[in-house]
């Protein structure tokens, strides 16, 4: 099992002015301690299960180049890009410059969006749920089609592309690989069984049911099952000392025992970078071995 990092909120005590130096201690820390992944929600404000709206929230994108320029091994992805957040040429073009510019180790990560409120703030369009999802579909049609080099023209309902060029290509192949979050049973797993590399679900009482329905869905579109890697967001809470480890660690055997292969999750107080090094000296290292 791999374990990922997610960094979801950036109200820190030093405050935005020490930021940048602590992001990349977070960030040369986790690599060096093992973190299989590095993610970053993409909201334009905090959401409320973290924080109010007025909370520092960091562009994600930007985040991500500036975590590549800081690591050397660790995969990175946003958990999740909204689909109407970015034109989906624009995205597949930053994902592309990302893969370059990190040594092939980008990811998209990506849904249908839910938060209208911080697309109403800052003018972003938010369409009702039903076009949302099919301009996740589309979306998923045109990085495919950018990443393998096709430029004939897309035109979709809601997209028209004249020449989706993407030059420099991204350096992973055949692509970046394709995470869709969400666990909604008759369109967010039937896009995951039909376009995606992995898949992104939370930790509730559902969470078998869940993979059930996908294996489902994967049979209807002729998909092997066991191509789609499975992940599970948890926070991980490894307390004072690692007084947590043990708790953390029966709760991955259990998701093991589900299927699941790469578990994300945040730490409470990352900045203080405790968590980080308890995480790659008593959880990674058992965790690769279930």
Known sequence: ???????????????????????????????EAGFDLLAVMDHYFQISVVGPPEHDMLEAYTTLGFLA?????????????????????LLAKIISTLDVLSGGRAWLGIGAAWNEEESRGLGVPFPPTAER????????????????????????????LERPLDVPAPLTRPHPPIMIGGGGERKTLRLVAKYADACNLFPTPELAHKLDVLREHCEREGRDYDTIEKTVYYPFQPGENGAGVGQILDQLGQFAELGFTTVIGNLPDVWQLGGIEIMGERVIPEAAKL
């Not at 999802?133 to 998923?140: M, P, V």
């Not at 023209?153 to 997209?159: I, R």
Request: with cysteine; aromatic share 8%; net charge positive.
């Open 69 to 89: 320029a800081h690591t050397k091994r660790a995969k990175l992805i946003t958990v999740i890009t909204g689909v109407v957040y970015r034109h989906p040429g």
């Open 1 to 31: 099992m791999r374990i990922g990092l997610q960094v979801p909120d950036f109200t820190w005590p030093n405050g935005p002015a020490a930021m940048g130096a602590e992001l990349a201690a977070i960030a040369r820390t986790a690599d």
């Open 133 to 160: 999802f099919e301009r996740l579909e589309e979306a998923l049609q045109i990085c495919l089609r950018m990443w393998s080099a096709d430029e004939t023209p897309f035109h979709g309902k809601h997209y028209q």
